[in-house]
C-alpha cells in the first residue's frame, strides 16, 4: 500500500485521522502550505519543520517550466531535490493553466498553452500531466481536470464536466501503466540519487477531482462518477473561482455526502483561517492555499485579534508583540513597529517574518481543529460509559 | 568604563583580544555583517545569533530616512527596535553622503544631501551625527568624516584630512556633552521602553577615523593628530574606494604602525575572505563589508574551493553540497542544482540560503584567524617554556 488513512476520531462530520505516504505521515485534518517553485517564499525548509509543516503542495505548470521536470526526475524527484525529505502533493496543472485564460485553448485532447515566462508554446493532456507528475515524484498527485470558469451555464458545466471525467479515466489509466517510474521507486534510482532508497516498490498515490461549477446535481453526478473510476482519495476542485462564499460552503457540504467516508478528501485552494476550520468540521481532510503565503508578502496577516495591515503608519511607534496570543518565533522577538518598518522599507526579512507567521497561524487553526475533534470524540466516549484504548 | 579591551594572544603584528560593551563582549577580530536598515537583509536576527554574529553594523544614513532616529530612539534604541540584544556599531553617515556625488555639497559646517529616496534635502554635521547616532542607540559610534576621493591631488588629500580632524574634534565635543541622552542609559529610558534595563549610567564609545588618502605621510599625520584628540578606538577610513588592492595594503599596515596598540583598531568596509585574514594578521581588530551578504544576492558564493557563481547553468545538474568543507545550514542540506533553480527562478530564499553561506564563510574565516593567532602565541610560550595561566 503506498497510501492508507485511518480515521481515529470524529465530530459530528468532522473527523481526524492519520495520511500514511512513502514519505511519512499527515496528521488530518492537514492545511498544506504551497510551495510553488519548489520552495514556500522565503521560508527554509528547516523553518517549515520547525513550524510543524507536514506536506507541501508543489504547482507542475510552475516546475514543469523551471526548473523541469527531467532535472528534477534525475536528481531523484521533488522530495530530494528540494531536501524536503517529508509528503508532498502537486497539482495536475489543470487550474494553473486555467489561470492563463489569454495564453490557452482547450480540446478533447488537452490544453495548448503559452508559458508566462517566455510565451513558448506547451500542451498538458490527462497524460503528459501525469508524465510530468510522475517524474516529480510527489506522494499525491492530482489528474488533470477542467476547472470550470464561473459564472458558467447549464450546458457548459456538463460538459466541461464530463471531459474532467474522461480526462480522469485517461490520467487513471496512464498512471497505472507508469507508476513505477517515479524516480524514488526502483532500485536504479537509488543509483542515480547516490543515495540509500526506503522506498523501493512503493508508488503515487493518484487522487481524482470532482467538478461539476456550482450544480449540485451536477456535483454529486461527478463525485460519483469519479468514485466509480476509482481512486484512493477524492477532491472537490472548481470553487474559490469567483462566486461567494455561502455558494462555496453549500457546494462543499453537499459535494461530501457523495464522497467515500473512508478515502481522504482534499478541498483544494481555500481558504481564510475562517474557512479553512469550517470546512475541516465539515469532513474536509486536506485544504492548501496561497493566502497566508501571499498575503504575508502583502503585509496582511493573520492573528487572533483580527487581520492587521502592518504597512499602516499607526504601526510604526507600536512596541507590542504582532499577535500576543502567538508564540512563533516573530511574535515571541519583533515588534508591531520592527515589522512595519520592514515592510514600509521593502527590507526582504519583512516576507520572511511575516510568512512565518502567517504559515503559524494556519497551522495553529489546523492543529486547534484537531484538537476539538479529539476532544468531542473523548467526550462522546466518556458520555456514553466508555474507555477510550491507551494510545 | 563603557568600553573595555583586552589582547588576549598575538601572533606577529596580529593580535587576539576580547572588546566589552554595554550589550556584550565581542572576540576579536571580527567580522561585522552589514544590516543597513536594522537587518541583514533576509536573514532573521536569531539566524544571525546561531551563525555566532557577535556584532553588526548599521548605516546612520539610512536609518536616519527611514525610520528616523526618533523613531528608534523612542522604541529604546536599535538593540530593542531589531530585538538585537547584542553589540551593534554605527557608522557615521559621513562614507554614504560622499556615496551620493551628485546629491550633496560639502562645507566646512558639514554636508548637505538630496534623499536617495525621494529628493529631500538634508544636513549632516559633525554634531548632527552624534545627535542621530547617539538616538540610534549603538555601543559603538563613528566620527563624522570626510571620505576622500580617489585619485586626489596633494593639496586635496591633505585640506580633506584636515577638515576631517576638525570635525573630529566638533564631534567628540558634541559626544561628550550629550553621550548620557543615548536611549538606553538612563532610568528614564526604561520606563518609554517597559522593560528592565541594564545600562543605566552606560554610554556608547566614540571612534575617531583616519584619513589622508593614499599619501601615507598625511596618514602618519591623520593618526597622531586623532590620537592626540582622543578616543577609545581608531578606525582607518577612506579605502576602498577604487585604489588598486596592494596600496590599500600598504596604507592599512603603514598606518597601523601609528595607532596605539592598546586600542582597538578598525578598518571600515573591506574585504574579500582574503583581505579580511590578511589585515587581521597585520593588527586590525574589527572589520566590516557588504561583499558577503551584496555578492550573495548576486548569486556569488565564497567557497573552501574558490568562488562560485550559482547562476551558471553548469550547476544545474549538480547533486554536490555548495561546499563540501562547510557545515552551515546551506551546506549540509542543499544541492548546489537546488540552490541554482532558486536563484534562476528569481526565488526569494535563493538570497536568505545565499547570504547565510556567506556569512557563515566570513565567520568561520576570521575564526579561523583567532584559532590561528592563539595557537601561535601557546607556541610561542611553550618554546619560551613558559606555562598559561589557565583561563
Redesign the interface.
Known amino acids: 500500500m503506498s497510501l492508507q488513512f485511518q480515521i481515529e476520531a470524529t465530530s459530528g462530520p468532522g473527523r481526524r485521522g492519520r495520511l500514511i505516504t512513502p514519505h511519512g505521515e499527515i496528521e488530518t485534518p492537514i492545511f498544506m502550505p504551497v510551495g510553488t ?3 514556500v ?6 523553518l517549515l519543520e520547525e513550524l510543524g509543516v507536514q506536506i507541501l503542495l508543489g504547482n507542475t505548470y510552475h516546475l514543469y517550466l ?2 523541469g521536470v527531467d ?1 528534477v526526475r ?3 524527484g521533488l522530495q530530494r ?3 524536503w525529505p517529508h509528503p508532498i502533493l502537486t497539482d495536475s496543472g489543470g487550474f494553473q493553466v486555467f489561470s492563463l485564460s489569454e495564453l490557452r485553448k482547450v480540446t478533447e485532447e488537452g490544453v495548448t498553452f503559452r508559458s508566462h515566462l517566455d510565451g513558448s508554446s506547451h500542451f498538458f493532456s490527462p497524460e503528459s500531466s501525469m508524465e510530468a507528475q510522475i517524474g516529480l515524484g510527489a506522494d499525491i498527485i492530482m489528474a488533470f481536470d477542467e476547472c470550470t470558469e464561473y459564472p458558467a451555464d447549464q450546458d457548459r458545466m456538463r460538459k466541461s464536466m464530463e471531459m474532467t471525467l474522461r480526462w480522469a479515466a485517461r490520467g487513471k489509466k496512464y498512471f497505472e501503466e507508469h507508476k513505477n517510474e517515479v524516480p524514488w521507486g526502483s532500485r536504479q534510482s537509488s543509483v542515480i ?2 543515495q540509500p532508497n526506503n522506498h523501493i516498490g512503493q508508488t503515487q498515490s493518484l487522487f481524482g477531482i470532482v467538478q461539476g461549477g456550482m450544480d449540485l446535481a451536477l456535483r454529486k453526478e461527478s463525485a460519483e462518477r469519479t468514485v466509480e473510476i476509482g481512486f484512493p482519495g477524492y477532491a472537490i476542485g472548481g470553487l474559490s473561482v469567483g462566486e461567494p462564499r455561502s455558494l462555496t460552503r453549500e457546494v462543499v457540504e453537499s459535494t461530501l455526502e457523495h464522497l467515500p467516508s473512508d478515502k481522504p478528501r482534499y478541498l483544494m485552494g481555500v481558504g481564510t483561517p475562517e474557512e479553512i476550520a469550517q470546512y475541516a468540521s465539515l469532513g474536509v481532510d486536506m485544504m492548501d492555499c496561497v493566502l497566508p503565503t501571499r498575503a504575508a508578502r502583502h503585509g496582511l496577516l493573520f492573528t487572533s485579534e483580527g487581520k492587521i495591515s502592518i504597512k499602516q503608519a499607526r504601526y ?2 507600536d ?1 507590542g508583540p504582532l499577535d500576543p496570543n502567538c508564540g512563533c ?1 516573530v511574535c515571541s ?3 508591531r ?2 515589522l512595519r ?2 515592510y ?2 521593502n ?3 519583512a ?3 511575516n510568512t512565518v507567521h502567517n504559515l503559524t497561524f494556519y497551522l495553529d487553526t489546523m492543529r486547534a481543529v484537531r484538537h476539538s475533534i479529539s476532544l468531542e470524540e473523548e467526550a462522546r466516549f466518556l458520555s456514553e460509559g466508555w474507555s477510550r484504548p491507551k494510545p
Do not use: I
Open positions: 517553485l519548489a520552495s517564499k522565503g521560508v527554509s525548509q528547516d523551471r526548473p532535472q534525475r536528481l531523484g531535490f528540494m531536501a540519487s547516490r510604526a511607534s512596541a518565533r522577538r519583533y515588534s513597529a520592527y518598518h520592514l514600509a522599507s527590507e526582504v526579512l516576507q520572511v517574518l
